[in-house]
């Protein structure tokens, strides 16, 4: 199941040419992700008040075509099948239908002091209903 979120590219999120600067990518990243588990039914505050962490063990971004100031921006995620406290998201940052950027991020399952763990076994039968097949989406981006 894939997810998106549209927003404007903000000024301080550029550099003096109005071109995004790369660091920006994993910010957006991070709000699509967040988008993602509350889409998900698990919003991140709920599953941190229940001590599940997902910390970002890995991550990784192709820059395609750097995306302008006050352009509208769609951060597209895929979420891949868990594999035992491991689960990966793919990301698509496009603008005017322009590829500007694929991602990933790598999150480990751990409590609230850093410990591994296995995926709650209910939040883990979400995140195999709505994983996407390999081949949807950008797929081994960053790899």
């Known amino acids: 199941m894939p997810l998106a979120v549209r927003f404007r590219v903000r000024?301080?999120?550029?550099?003096?040419?109005?071109?995004?600067?790369?660091?920006?990518?994993?910010?957006?990243?991070?709000?699509?992700?967040?988008?993602?588990f509350r889409e998900l039914g698990a919003p991140y505050g709920e599953l941190e008040a229940?001590?599940?962490?997902?910390?970002?063990?890995?991550?990784?971004?192709?820059?395609?075509?750097?995306?302008?100031?006050?352009?509208?921006?769609?951060?597209?995620?895929?979420?891949?099948?868990?594999?035992?406290?491991?689960?990966?998201?793919?990301?698509r940052a496009a603008q005017k239908g322009r590829v500007c950027a694929?991602?990933?991020?790598?999150?480990?399952?751990?409590d609230a002091s850093g410990r591994p763990g296995r995926i709650p076994p209910e939040l883990f039968e979400k995140m195999m209903a709505a994983a996407s097949p390999p081949g949807e989406g950008p797929g081994e981006a960053g790899s």
Do not use: K, N
């Not at 694929?102 to 751990?110: D, L, P």
């Open 50 to 91: 229940g001590g599940v962490f997902f910390p970002v063990i890995e991550s990784g971004c192709r820059y395609l075509d750097g995306a302008r100031y006050d352009g509208e921006v769609e951060i597209s995620g895929w979420l891949r099948e868990p594999r035992g406290a491991r689960v990966r998201i793919d990301y």
């Open 102 to 110: 694929e991602g990933f991020t790598v999150h480990a399952r751990t």
């Open 11 to 36: 000024y301080f999120e550029t550099d003096q040419m109005g071109v995004v600067h790369h660091a920006v990518y994993f910010v957006w990243f991070e709000h699509l992700r967040t988008e993602y």
